[in-house]
Every structure is written in structure tokens, then in C-alpha cells.
């Protein structure tokens, strides 16, 4: 099972996803983009404070 993270696309005249402030070139790769907020995990907030791994084992 792939976790893959979905960036928040930037709306029209952005040219940073409100997410995590990053332009669609600066992203990894693997990640994806949605104009669909709920689907939208992108926690760059979270992920500075907590290891990712740590941070998903606490939560489940
Ligand atoms: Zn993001």
C-alpha cells in the first residue's frame, strides 16, 4: 500500500500550492496534485514536528 501525498493545486494566478508554498516543480515526483481539498494531505506543518513514520504510528 503506497501513502502518496496530494498537494493542494495552485489556483489560478498562484504559482505556489497553498498547501505547502512550493511551485509544482519543487514537489517530489511521486507526489500528486488536486484541486479536490478533501482530498488534499499535504501537512508540511506536521511532518516538520514529527517523523512521518512516528506520526502515522501515533495516529492509528
Ligand atoms: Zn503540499
Do not use: K
Not at 498537494?7 to 511521486?30: D, I, K, N, Y
Not at 481539498?37 to 514529527?50: D, G, K, M, P, W
Amino acid at each position: 500500500m503506497t501513502l502518496e501525498t496530494i498537494h493542494a493545486c495552485p489556483t489560478s494566478g498562484q504559482a505556489v500550492t497553498s498547501c505547502c508554498g512550493r511551485t509544482p516543480f519543487e514537489l517530489p515526483r511521486m507526489d500528486r496534485m488536486s484541486t479536490d481539498a478533501s482530498l488534499v494531505n499535504c501537512r508540511t506543518e506536521a511532518e516538520e514536528q514529527f517523523p512521518v513514520g512516528e506520526y502515522r504510528l501515533s495516529t492509528r
